[in-house]
């Protein structure tokens, strides 16, 4: 039998073990992808360290995956071998149940699929997807380019063209990392006003080079007055961990904003008061399925929209791993296959 590489973790903590294994062969409504570059997201953290429910073990982490279709299991029309194509956290959905016949394929009541906890993911040299969870993937992108835009690309970019916010009104984009650099992007080549906000004053020239007209520091700043000045945010996209960070901007909405949660904060503090007087709102925001991920991708190479990255062969997992926990990494991590 042809053995691949893949990196799996045995139980919750593990470290990781690269190992070999039988190529899987893609069962009905799948197809095997031949991965060249999967992102490593911090969400690969519910596999690695067992924080998620669902896992079970041992398992191949990884949801921001980019290769070739080079198998396809029974009942696949549509997709080919050769194709170029994208798999994210959405893994499938059954388009049966009551949540799936809304169209709301995220809260599928059927199963849940998530890519790299609940089956197989991206850090191997092949994996099985189901053909709903597939993403085309554009000529125009390397596989690098492609991969992280699986996940912080759709999340960021699907929040946003969510959001309610038309072309020309004031967004703001809360933390200015991984998820954030991307979203200064897309708000300015979205044609919104987009204000980018983070700590420390060096930061300014690349949210500038990003795109963004107006920067606010909010370690010598007040990000709520100072949203206020330019007439109050008509979205904040939250896109930090900090719940005080995220409070400490909330008060910069302007009537009808929307304040955008995309970043897993433990906790958010936000006055009842402000809300009702400004008709304003909080919305936590799901990443999207296949076809969000395909339009994200789509919209990055119309617009010139690229995600910053680091890139580590495979069997540097642990280095990969350790450098996207740091929070230093500028800014998404990426490792490529080779071959
Ligand atoms: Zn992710
Ligand atoms: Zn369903």
């Known amino acids: 039998m042809p053995k691949m590489r893949a990196v799996q973790v045995s139980r919750p903590k593990a470290p990781f073990e690269i190992v070999e294994r039988e190529i899987p062969e893609p069962g009905p409504g799948s197809v095997r992808i031949k991965v060249q570059a999967c ?73 849940t699929a998530i890519t790299g906890i609940t089956y197989d993911g991206g850090y191997a040299e092949y994996m099985i997807a189901r053909a709903e969870s597939l ?37 703001a984009v809360l933390g200015l990392g991984g998820l954030g650099h991307l979203a ?24 500038r080079k990003l795109g963004a007209r107006n920067y606010i520091d909010s370690q010598t700043q007040d990000p709520a007055a100072e949203l206020k000045k330019l007439g109050g945010a008509k979205v904040i996209l939250a896109t930090v961990t900090n719940g005080d960070a995220m409070s400490a901007a909330v008060g910069g909405l302007g009537t009808n904003g929307t304040f955008m949660v995309i970043g897993a904060a433990p906790s958010l503090t ?48 642990d280095e990969a791993y350790e450098r996207m926990l740091s929070g230093k990494a500028r800014f998404r991590v990426v490792l490529t296959m080779g071959g």
């Open 270 to 317: 936000v006055s009842p008061l402000q809300l009702l007087g400004g008709r304003q709102s909080v919305k936590g925001w799901y990443s999207g399925t296949s076809i969000d991920s395909q339009d994200t991708l789509d919209f990055s190479v119309l617009a010139g929209v690229r995600s910053m990255n680091e890139v580590f062969p495979l069997e540097r997992v």
């Open 39 to 111: 992102g490593v997201c911090h969400s690969d953290t519910l596999t690695k360290e067992g924080a998620f429910p669902l896992v079970q073990y041992p398992r191949v982490p990884g949801h921001e995956v980019v290769g070739v279709v080079d198998a396809l299991g029974s009942g696949v029309g549509r997709w080919a071998p050769g194709q170029r194509v994208g798999v994210g956290w959405h893994g499938g959905n059954c388009g049966y149940c009551d949540a799936c016949r809304r169209g709301d394929f995220f809260v599928c009541q059927t199963f």
């Open 184 to 207: 200064v992007q897309f708000a300015a080549k979205g044609g919104f006003r987009t204000v980018a906000i983070a700590r420390g004053k060096d930061k300014e020239p690349l949210a």
């Open 135 to 171: 993403a085309l993937v554009p000529n125009e992108l390397s596989p690098v380019e492609a991969a992280p835009l699986m996940c912080a690309g759709i999340t960021t970019f699907n929040c946003l063209r969510n959001s309610g916010a038309r072309p020309g009104e004031l967004v």
